[in-house]
């Protein structure tokens, strides 16, 4: 009996082998679960020499709340480390006292089309066109990691036009 | 006299020569941003900015910054034509319309891709990190006009 069990145990067990082996190799080799825990990291230049030239640091699109506004906002570092906001492909509508402000992308009031209370933000300049691209010095105190969001933003009114919430470029 | 304005020829040729410089400089423009857009990833969490670049010789070059996905087998950027990818649409349809850019070089970092020449870019809207094995979209990052 026990001679029996043990021959047939061994056939088997071959089998298991046989069969087993493969479709744990195949396996492997489908998913790879090691990968999930070696990473691979790169780290490859720019394709182009790009030192001299104003750099992109943030960037988003621009939506608009209360007048249709579009367009990109982006946030350059120049050569000199002076930094400036860009707007291109730009059109909102124009309207009295309309400003360019930053302001924190995760305040409240920035979900609502008019501001109620007093909005926490850094002025950067009344907007110069309504249209077109245009370019505004970010004030030394203006940091971009705080205040992510850039606000086309009519002052008389407390109306927001339109906002870009930035992301790194 | 003819003395004076033998002198002030040189000095005007060279005046006018520099005058010109800023004009030549400003022709020699470097590679163009054309297109970015940040990349969303549920399944297997993939974060980063995808950016595609016109060089002055007019090779397309797709570059990927603050890049992290998921290490997998398999994998590769593709471009797709689509507008973007879902996160919850983890697969992508079969008859989805890709250009194949190469395996992905690494799971993190910043990286770049050469686009072939001729690739439609405005048929081609999304980039996707994509399983070739699994038919599986990693994360998608849908392009904009930067």
């Known amino acids: 009996m026990t001679v029996q069990t043990g021959t047939w145990l061994a056939r088997k067990k071959w089998i298991l082998i046989a069969v087993g082996v493969p479709v744990l190799v195949a396996a492997w080799w489908a998913f790879r679960p090691e990968k999930l825990w070696i990473n691979q990291k790169v780290n490859e230049p720019a394709p182009f020499a790009s030192t001299t030239d104003a750099q992109p640091l943030y960037t988003g699109r621009l939506e608009g709340k209360a007048h249709q506004t579009s367009g990109r906002a982006t946030i350059y570092k120049s050569s000199d480390g002076r930094e400036y906001l860009r707007l291109t492909d730009f059109t909102t509508s124009n309207g009295p006292d309309v400003h360019v402000i930053l302001a924190r992308s995760d305040d409240k009031d920035l979900d609502q089309e008019i501001v109620k209370d007093n909005l926490d933000s850094v002025e950067l300049g009344a907007l110069k066109g309504n249209q077109g691209d245009q370019n505004y010095d970010l004030p030394a105190t203006a940091d971009p990691t705080k205040y992510s969001a850039v606000v086309i933003y009519c002052e008389r009114f407390h109306a927001i036009f339109g906002l870009a919430k930035l992301e790194p470029f | ?146």
């Open chain 2, 1 to 146: 006299m003819i003395r004076n304005i033998q002198a002030a020829i040189p000095l005007a040729a060279m005046a006018f020569t520099l005058a010109l410089q800023p004009s030549v400089n400003a022709q020699d423009s470097k590679a163009k941003t054309l297109e970015t857009g940040t990349f969303h990833g549920k399944v297997h969490s993939t974060s980063g900015r995808a950016t595609i670049y016109r060089e002055q010789n007019g090779k397309l070059i797709l570059r990927l910054t603050n890049f992290k996905t998921s290490n997998g087998p398999d994998v590769h950027v593709v471009l797709i034509a689509a507008k973007d990818a879902a996160d919850d649409a983890n697969f992508l349809k079969g008859n989805t319309e890709r250009v194949e850019l190469g395996s992905l070089k690494g799971n993190e970092g910043d990286q770049n891709y050469e686009i072939p020449s001729g690739t439609d870019l405005s048929k081609y809207q999304t980039v996707s990190i994509y399983c070739e094995r699994f038919n599986a979209n990693f994360g998608a990052a849908p392009l904009e006009k930067f």
